[in-house]
């Protein structure tokens, strides 16, 4: 079982749900289990935290997230990363 704790409105058609850390690969799973498309598999992100990516129904984009831990902070990624 997965809970939430805590989740935020980031747009019209994209949430953020933060689960604890070790939740965010089971949580992707599930999603795609129950028919979502995964746009982002779970990762270690440069800011601290464990991150994955869905789309849903709607389409809805879910982003599925840890809590940040500043000890587990990286170098920030060239911009050209993200194209």
Do not use: K
């Not at 989740?7 to 289990?33: I, T, Y």
Request: hydrophobic fraction near 50%.
């Amino acid at each position: 079982m997965i809970y939430v704790w805590r989740m935020s409105r980031l747009s019209f058609d994209q949430v953020n749900v933060v689960v604890p850390d070790v939740a965010v690969d089971a949580a992707f799973q599930r999603a795609l289990a129950l028919g979502a498309d995964g746009l982002r598999a779970p990762y270690d992100a440069f800011w601290g935290a464990r991150y994955a990516v869905v789309r849903g129904p709607g389409p809805i984009i879910v982003g599925v997230t840890s809590p940040v831990d500043p000890t587990a902070r990286g170098a920030t990624p060239p911009v050209a990363d993200f194209a």
